[in-house]
């Protein structure tokens, strides 16, 4: 003992100096600093496809890597380099001790758990992935439900601009009626290419080996982002095009009703089945519902990524005095009161009699206090029903570790369609990626924006989004080389099985064109399958 403690003094004492100076530069970094690094380092791990821990900690990322972290942008490389030598003995000694941590809730082993939580945003995702899975995984069930659909019936429906709030017409609608039938609890499949449950289209000649049942997730999404379901409106970034992410939807505050609430519940069943079976929802939904699902404080980054033009108003009012503008002359340019604005546009009060109370040079930050806490809270209410349906199919563990940007990409994949992953990930029959039409593919893909490649994910396996990685494929994506069939075929996909049959084109152009009428006109699910390849070749002998 005296022996290990007479080196540490020694040691102490011959490197005191650069043990201060290294102390006081780790002294530096703040909690959002670390989070910042940490959602860098995987970013870039994502990008070469590797583990954290593998990269290179003397020289993991460039300075251009960092350039929108607002953070540690400015923080000098060798600094940031230092920092996550530091961060990776973390996460080293954190995977030495997760084993003996329990979160299940009926076990008392709160001190650990809490200190987990407490160091959470310096845990690196591979990390919290395998106690996240080893939590869900736990708890598991073997669904064997089969849910019939009309898609005809929510088509129409769609058609006449009606809004679906009982759930009766719309596939969601119709697949929540479905399952409300039973325990929500019973939809726990657990791992990639399992299901909740199976799939009839009704009047369809469909047989679900796994294509109609991840049709539906394409069909959810496409429902929830628009006027058929009253659970998600525009955010007032998309409604004005001001802004940033105007491709967002937010929660409906006006939504409140009874029959609103077990939509929302249901929305959230959706969501943890999605955890569970990595079939990725392509929803645009802004970072306040992430963190507010995960009991994540949201703050005012938060409400101009939904909203810009209240924060700069706000922002004119609390700082007006740079415009020269003070206590006597305050009111001659600001006729404001007690009210704001919801995302649904609706008007509420901000205090007692708010609408009859005027903002004021000496109450201006109360009112703009209060604005941003009404519009911070106006979806709580639907959150927490969200989160109640989200509970019955993911444990409350899961939530005190996983951070919101995860959360998003654990239920949402890649917003963008990742062209080398997708190619790596790519098998080959009767040919391989040299072939002449493999290379014209590959050219075709790439040459692709990224809504067309969505479309022909969904063409070709029913959905829209690839996995996080590689390692998340329990499927290959196919490309079958069919050489009987000429320049007046179209491509067949086979969605159970992410695969797709390319004929043999003369030129990129041609297999470019017929393409991209295939993933905009053939979205239907038949048995029948080759009429989808006769419908080119009998509209060209139509013209002749």
């Not at 310096?122 to 939590?135: A, M, N, V, Y």
Request: net charge negative; glycine share 4%; hydrophobic share 35%.
């Amino acid at each position: 003992e005296m022996c290990i403690r007479d080196r540490y003094n020694y040691l102490l004492s011959k490197y005191k100096d650069s043990f201060d100076e290294f102390s006081s530069q780790m002294k530096l970094f703040t909690p959002e600093m670390d989070r910042e690094l940490v959602e860098a380092l995987s970013i870039v791990s994502k990008n070469k496809s590797v583990q954290i821990e593998s990269l290179d900690t003397k020289e993991p990322f460039t300075k251009q890597d960092i350039q929108s972290f607002n953070s540690i942008a400015k923080t000098p490389l060798d600094l940031l380099y230092k920092r996550i030598q530091i961060l990776v003995k973390v996460n080293k000694y954190i995977k030495d001790i997760q084993r003996f941590i329990d979160f299940s809730p009926d076990q008392g082993n709160h001190r650990l758990v809490k200190l987990y939580e407490k160091v959470s945003y310096l845990i690196f995702p591979e990390r919290k992935d395998d106690i996240i899975k080893s939590i869900i995984s736990a708890y598991t069930s073997n669904p064997s439900r089969e849910f019939k659909v009309h898609r005809i019936t929510a088509q129409i429906h769609a058609q006449d601009g009606k809004v679906d709030n009982q759930g009766k017409f719309s596939i969601f609608g119709q697949i929540f009626r479905e399952a409300s039938k039973y325990p929500y609890n019973e939809l726990c499949p657990y791992g990639s290419g399992t299901r909740a449950f199976c799939v009839k289209f009704l009047g369809e000649g469909s047989i679900d080996a796994g294509g109609p049942y991840r049709e539906i997730f394409v069909n959810f999404c496409t429902e929830l982002q628009s006027k058929t379901l009253p659970l998600l409106i525009p955010t007032p970034n998309q409604r004005n095009n001001t802004g940033l992410y105007r491709e967002k939807w937010s929660i409906n505050p006006k939504s409140t009703l009874d029959c609103h609430e077990k939509l929302y519940e249901f929305f959230g069943v959706i969501l943890g089945i999605t955890m569970r079976t990595k079939d990725y929802l392509t929803l645009n939904l802004p970072s306040i519902f992430w963190k507010m699902l995960c009991n994540q404080t949201p703050d005012l980054n938060d409400l101009e990524a939904i909203d810009k033009f209240t924060v700069q108003c706000l922002d004119d009012i609390i700082n007006i005095e740079k415009k020269n503008i003070d206590a006597e002359t305050f009111c001659d340019v600001i006729d404001q009161k007690f009210v704001t604005f919801l995302s649904d546009g609706s008007e509420v009060e901000l205090i007692p009699n708010g609408a009859n109370t005027q903002v004021t040079f000496e109450n201006r930050k109360q009112f703009v206090e209060l604005v941003i806490q009404k519009r911070l809270d106006e979806s709580r209410k639907q959150i927490s029903w969200i989160r109640r349906g989200l509970t019955e199919i993911i444990p409350e563990a899961v939530f005190s570790i996983v951070g919101w940007s995860n959360l998003e990409s654990m239920i949402c994949g890649k917003a963008s369609v990742d062209f080398d992953l997708l190619k790596r990930n790519t098998s080959y029959d009767q040919g391989d990626e040299n072939h002449p039409t493999c290379k014209m593919f590959w050219k075709m893909i790439k040459a692709f924006s990224d809504e067309e490649r969505q479309l022909y994910l969904k063409f070709v396996w029913g959905r829209a989004r690839l996995p996080v990685n590689d390692a998340d494929f329990t499927q290959k994506h196919q490309i079958a080389l069919i050489s009987s069939y000429g320049d007046t075929r179209l491509p067949l996909s086979h969605t159970c099985f992410f695969k797709v049959d390319v004929p043999e084109y003369s030129s990129v152009d041609i297999m470019t064109e017929k393409f991209k009428f295939a993933i905009r006109n053939c979205a239907g699910i038949d048995i029948d399958n080759n009429n989808f390849m006769e419908v080119w070749e009998e509209e060209s002998d139509d013209s002749e």
